[in-house]
């Protein structure tokens, strides 16, 4: 049972260019959430989807976007990237119908995929 | 101030040592995550808790809701635990995101 993939898992880029990050959350899991995390810092949530919308958004600009296909595979774009875009971008995915449940997520996170912009 | 604060921020031990991490958090929470992050960025969660006390090997997690503080404690510890512990709470009865804290970095020498 394969857990939650992330591509590329690493990729360089130059100022006001734009990247896309790919994410396969884990059979069975419906709902993706988003993590930016510089080094040395913890995670910040990014954006959780659910049902190929945007359910729960953090503290970041408009610069950031994403998507969730109807196989719940997600994607998250960041247009005019910036130095202090270079981070480890993480996905994780959890099951909707138990955070209803339980009013916690169960987290299944990726490697992570780490963006240098130079 | 950080809404959610763990200490040490680097701990180092000797094979053999009992740990301990702590996490406090000044907002009202609806569950609480250890995670465990190693070089290169993979995280693993270790613990999701509401109340009480969990235990898994040789982990243990412990969390007081009134004096809002976890515990994550490591026995017999070893230096394949050498990674970075993370604390992350979500908060209660809002559509907020879950809070991380900016980890403990362990290093069990061997």
């Known amino acids: 049972d394969a857990g939650v993939t992330q591509s590329p898992t690493h990729l360089i880029k130059t100022r006001g260019q734009q990247v896309t990050l790919r994410c396969s959350p884990k059979?069975?899991?419906?709902?993706v959430s988003w993590y930016q995390q510089a080094l040395g810092q913890g995670p910040q949530f990014i954006f959780q989807?659910?049902?190929?919308?945007?359910?729960q958004r953090g503290n970041f600009p408009d610069r950031f976007s994403g998507h969730q296909f109807p196989n719940y595979s997600s994607e998250l774009n960041v247009n005019a990237l910036l130095l202090g875009d270079s981070a480890l971008y993480l996905c994780?995915?959890?099951?909707?119908?138990?955070?209803?449940?339980?009013?916690?997520?169960?987290?299944?996170f990726g490697a992570g995929s780490r963006l240098t912009v130079l | 101030k950080n809404e959610v604060e763990q200490s040490p921020q680097n701990l180092t031990a000797q094979e053999g040592e009992f740990i301990t991490i702590n996490c406090s958090y000044s907002v009202g929470i609806s569950a609480l995550h250890w995670l465990q992050q190693h070089p290169g960025g993979g995280i693993v969660s270790l613990f999701m808790?509401?109340?009480g006390k969990k235990k898994h090997g040789r982990l243990i997690a412990t969390i007081n809701i009134q004096e809002k503080h976890s515990s994550l404690h490591i026995t017999a510890s070893h230096p394949r635990d050498s990674a970075v512990y993370i604390c992350?709470?979500?908060?209660?009865?809002?559509?907020?995101?879950?809070?991380f804290g900016k980890g403990t970095r362990l290093h069990i020498l061997p």
């Open positions: 994780a995915s959890s099951p909707y119908r138990l955070i209803m449940i339980s009013g916690a997520n169960v987290l299944t």
């Open positions: 989807y659910y049902e190929e919308e945007e359910r």
């Open positions: 992350a709470v979500e908060r209660a009865a809002s559509d907020d995101k879950i809070i």
């Open positions: 059979s069975g899991h419906d709902t």
């Open positions: 808790l509401s109340s």
